[in-house]
């Protein structure tokens, strides 16, 4: 069994590597009293383990002992009053027939960690041979990323954001495009998630954050005027030291912070807890708008909205999608839009594609809108015609 305790980094992060110690200790203490004393438990790295266990008369033993470990590692109690529940991945490969030597056999066992990962961790996951092709498919992808960063593959599309009440672009999205000179445009929905798994989206995220500010420094300098330009943040880069980061970018540029916004998505806010809000807070007190996007597709309370230090909430399209013939959806975007006005929030519908779309979101007093009816992502060059055509 390789077992990886999930987002574990955020214990670290958030309460220090003492309490971060306690809770790998406890959780070795847990591990190893799941599993019979003939059994070997093996701490090989962070907050990575390795179970073996000998002599088993079929797999379902090795089953009723990873779901014995996961429940087990759901009840830790709180440590020195630090919030440290507590899940993990397991994946699971049998010797003979998944492999025959160790690196094999620990290999394919990390390989199906990482599909109970996919399927929402807290799980745990059987080798399957198909398993390792598309690891092998994700390492090609992984490689070709990194000549990608190299070569000028990579692009900034930006998606006009306008107005409700005058239909006028005030802001624009940027939007990563990767080029790929054989397979043509790769969307983002393929690469970012693998980019996510290393440390690539790191050097991806600082790509956009670099050219997408010395494109707006650009508009500026040509005389045209926008409010925002709107750049999303993945969880990796939301992490301690990421305020510092960002206003150097913003030097280097000479891009104004005032006409910055970053976008986080509900869950990494929820996620990322405390490291998250104080690196928000920094960076909205350097004069950066801060947006929730996809509002509504996570747990976030509205106590938990009202004390974060937010800007602007962005209604996912996925409740803007069936408006106005959906009477769930055009209760809950209209719960939201009131939300944001009470709580002196913008508040923006994505995905907007049809004129009834539009017509109910004005009608409700939603600020800003964004999607196909009105625009889609577009070049650079191309937005900067759309401003002079406006302007």
């Known amino acids: 069994l390789f077992l990886d305790l999930d987002h574990f980094k955020n214990i670290n992060d958030s309460y220090g590597h003492t309490i971060g110690d306690e809770v790998l200790i406890t959780a070795g203490n847990i591990m190893r009293d799941c599993i019979r004393e003939q059994d070997t438990l ?136 990767w080029n790929h000179p054989e397979k043509g445009q790769i969307p983002p929905g393929i690469f970012i998630p693998i980019s996510e798994k290393s440390e690539l989206i790191g050097k ?18 040509e005389g045209f005027e926008f409010e925002r330009i709107s750049v999303n943040l993945s969880m990796r880069q939301l992490i301690s030291g990421c305020c510092e ?40 007190a350097l004069g950066i708008s801060i947006a929730m996007d996809d509002f509504g597709t996570g747990y976030s309370s509205l106590h938990q909205i009202r004390t974060l230090p937010l800007n602007k909430l962005k209604i996912d399209r996925s409740f803007i999608m069936e408006l106005p013939d959906n ?26 594609e049809t004129e009834e779309q539009r017509q109910f979101l004005l009608d409700e007093g939603c600020d800003l809108l964004q999607g196909f009816l009105l625009g889609k992502p577009m070049p650079a060059i191309e937005l900067q015609q759309l401003f002079s055509k406006l302007a």
């Open 42 to 177: 093996a701490r090989i790295g962070g907050d990575e383990f390795v179970i073996l266990l000998e002599n088993i008369s079929d797999s379902l033993e090795t089953c009723r002992v990873a779901e014995k470990i996961l429940s087990q590692l759901s009840q830790i109690p709180p440590i020195d009053n630090a919030n440290t529940t507590l899940t993990a991945s397991i994946g699971i490969s049998i010797y003979p027939n998944d492999a025959t030597t160790v690196d094999e056999i620990l290999r394919n066992a990390d390989t199906a960690m990482y599909q109970a990962k996919k399927n929402g961790r807290n799980d745990y996951s059987y080798y399957e041979p198909a398993l390792t092709y598309e690891i092998q498919k994700q390492l090609e992808i992984e490689a070709e990323l990194r000549h990608a960063l190299t070569s000028s593959e990579f692009e900034l599309y930006y998606q006009p954001i306008f107005a409700s009440s005058d239909n006028k672009v005030v802001a624009t999205e940027a939007l990563i495009r």
């Open 204 to 221: 991806i995220g600082t790509w956009v954050l670099k050219n997408a500010y010395s494109q707006g420094r650009e508009w500026l300098n």
């Open 245 to 284: 980061q960002i206003n150097a970018i913003l030097n280097e540029t000479s891009f104004p912070a005032n006409k910055l916004e970053l976008e986080i998505t509900e869950t990494l806010l929820m996620e990322k807890g405390d490291i998250a809000i104080s690196e928000l807070a920094q960076l909205q």
């Open 327 to 352: 009477q769930e959806d055009v209760i809950l975007a209209k719960m939201i839009i009131s939300m944001g006005k009470n709580l002196s929030l913008k508040v923006v519908a994505e995905g907007v």
